[in-house]
């Protein structure tokens, strides 16, 4: 994206892959929840995301040790020039679908067309910035974009190429357990409707011995089992029936991994460390709801939240606080002074961000930890009454109307809804009734997808190198198109301006103001409530399951681990 690579052309393997890793054996991983449909392409249905890596490849690779940086995949080689108003690839003449298909240029043009006009919002969005989408020949294949993007080269050489002779494309966007065709390293085998899905290593994979992939898919086969909730789940890796998991809960982190497997050794856990900003995990506002359209009302909310007394009580106090969109990074506008780079970027949005987090001094409102902090309520209740709100004996109500104020957070797994429960009773100090709904994910998904709620808990997970997905998730477009990330609404000219301004940086100190001006606008507009984040990873695995001890920037990954031999 900027810069060079960090690897020379003629590099072995990734510096986080074991490249003389044993292939072989079966690895069991969990999933909560189920599917209908194996096509994570499309808006409707709840699909596998592992799909994407695991069977239908891109024309370039990511490399997950870096910032944005994108190695030869199925394409052999990529030209464009200096603004990037165009992107051009030659194809490895060795690439083949697991139909035994090659892979051309038709192919490339097809998947463009396809998911520019029934993929999901993201992929529209990117792909309508294209303006001219050619094959010189069946090997090469060319975009010119409607203006000059220097991500948008990259974007394209992350677009998932199916077969196009696998594909009915009227019936694309229904949902489906019919697996897509791709050239990638697993094909779908078994699948259990709803519940279990087994990936089969392709033995014919054309790009076993391409240096992106050593070390990478040891396992013969992959088997994704879905349980109906956590605790089901914590109890089949209990029993052996799952190889490793990752851990969200700090109470069952600090003390449900007493358990025979644990004191024998044969189960061990990790915390892995990880060099990319830490997800932004909050209560979410959606501020299409006339509730919680005013900023006053949102900031008294965020103010009602105890971390403090949440930490302590229920998670061992093993969480940190987040504060930042883009938390534990260079990006971060936590803790540093708006530099003239930012103050020129935000002049024609004056007041767009407040004084606290332009100087840098902003943090999440601190409580002291009792559960019951009178000067957090107050000042909560101050900003409420500003916005037309008062107490009547012990309820909140509107101001005129006598409306009582009261909303709904849906939840779709247990910790969720323990955790909402927690933030309603605090919220009831105040006379607020937060009622909340548990719905099965499903359900969930279609409801937050259409933006059918009033709050929901989300995370938004970040790179180092943010760009055309940033509109996705807050971009006054993407809040009126059902299916984007920008859950909460946001309409923000500042914010889109801040967005355009990260997309145009070719200088690391322009890009670097940017993600932190729209840090800054997204910490403004008090959209969610943040929540908290973990040091880490937390793993636990089986030992039969072996891993490289060096992670990726973003902590291990199961693409990466084998089987142990003898085991």
Excluded: C
Aim: charged share 25%; aromatic share 12%; glycine share 8%.
């Amino acid at each position: 994206m900027r810069g060079a690579p960090d690897l020379p052309a003629d590099f072995s393997a990734l510096p986080y892959a074991n490249a003389d890793a044993p292939k072989g054996g079966r690895l069991e991983l969990s999933m909560t929840g189920t599917f209908d449909s194996l096509n994570p392409f499309i808006i409707k249905g709840s699909a596998p995301t592992f799909i994407r890596s695991y069977v239908v490849e891109s024309l370039m690779a990511r490399s997950l040790d870096e910032p944005f940086t994108l190695y030869p995949l199925l394409a052999r080689t990529v030209t464009t020039d200096g603004p990037r108003s165009f992107v051009e690839f030659s194809l490895d003449p060795r690439a083949r679908f697991s139909s035994g298909a090659p892979v051309t240029s038709a192919d490339v043009l097809f998947s463009f067309a396809l998911m520019r006009d029934m993929g999901r919002p993201n992929h529209r969005l990117y792909y309508a910035k294209v303006a001219r989408a050619e094959a010189p020949d069946a090997a090469t294949v060319r975009f010119t974009f409607a203006e000059p993007d220097r991500e948008l080269a990259l974007i394209m050489g992350l677009m998932p190429v199916f077969d196009r002779s696998t594909i009915d494309r009227d019936r694309f966007e229904e949902t489906s357990l019919t697996s897509l065709v791709g050239s990638g390293p697993y094909k779908v085998g078994a699948v259990e409707a709803g519940s279990a899905i087994t990936l089969e290593r392709r033995a014919d994979y054309w790009g076993r011995d391409e240096p992106f992939n050593r070390g990478l898919y040891n396992f013969d086969q992959v088997r994704f089992t879905y349980y109906r909730d956590v605790n089901t789940e914590f109890e089949a890796f209990k029993k052996g029936l799952v190889d490793a998991r990752f851990e969200y809960d700090p109470g069952r982190w600090e003390t449900g991994y007493d358990f025979p497997a644990t004191r024998s050794g044969q189960v061990v856990r990790e915390v892995i460390p990880t060099g990319t900003p830490k997800p932004y995990s909050a209560f979410v506002f959606n501020t299409r709801r006339p509730i919680f359209s005013g900023e006053r009302v949102r900031r008294a909310l965020i103010e009602l939240f105890d971390f403090e007394w949440l930490d302590r009580s229920f998670y061992h106090g093993l969480y940190q606080r987040t504060g930042s969109f883009f938390e534990g990074s260079v990006l971060a506008s936590s803790g540093r002074k708006a530099d003239a780079r930012e103050l020129a970027l935000l002049a024609p949005f004056p007041g767009s961000v407040v004084p606290d987090v332009l100087a840098g001094t902003y943090r999440p409102p601190v409580s002291d930890g009792s559960g019951r902090d009178r000067a957090r309520l107050r000042s909560a209740l101050d900003l409420l009454g500003a916005a037309g709100w008062e107490l009547r004996k012990g309820g909140l109500v509107q101001q005129g109307s006598g409306a009582p104020f009261a909303f709904e957070i849906m939840v779709a797994t247990r910790e969720q809804e323990r955790l909402a429960l927690a933030y309603a009773s605090q919220l009831k100090r105040a006379g607020i009734t937060a009622q909340v709904r548990f719905v099965d994910s499903v359900q969930f998904d279609a409801r937050r997808s259409a933006y059918d709620f009033d709050m929901v808990p989300f995370a938004w997970g970040q790179s180092l190198s943010p760009g055309n997905e940033q509109a996705f998730y807050f971009g006054a477009a993407a809040a009126d198109t059902p299916g984007t990330r920008n859950y909460m609404g946001a309409k923000s000219p500042a914010i889109d301006a801040a967005i355009a301004a990260l997309l145009a940086a070719e200088d690391e100190d322009d890009y670097v103001a940017a993600a932190r001006v729209l840090d800054r606008l997204l910490i403004s507009g008090a959209y969610a409530v943040p929540l908290f984040h973990t040091p880490g990873q937390w793993l636990a695995r089986w030992t039969r399951i072996e891993r490289p001890a060096r992670p990726a920037l973003y902590g291990t990954l199961p693409e990466t681990w084998w089987h142990a031999p003898g085991r």
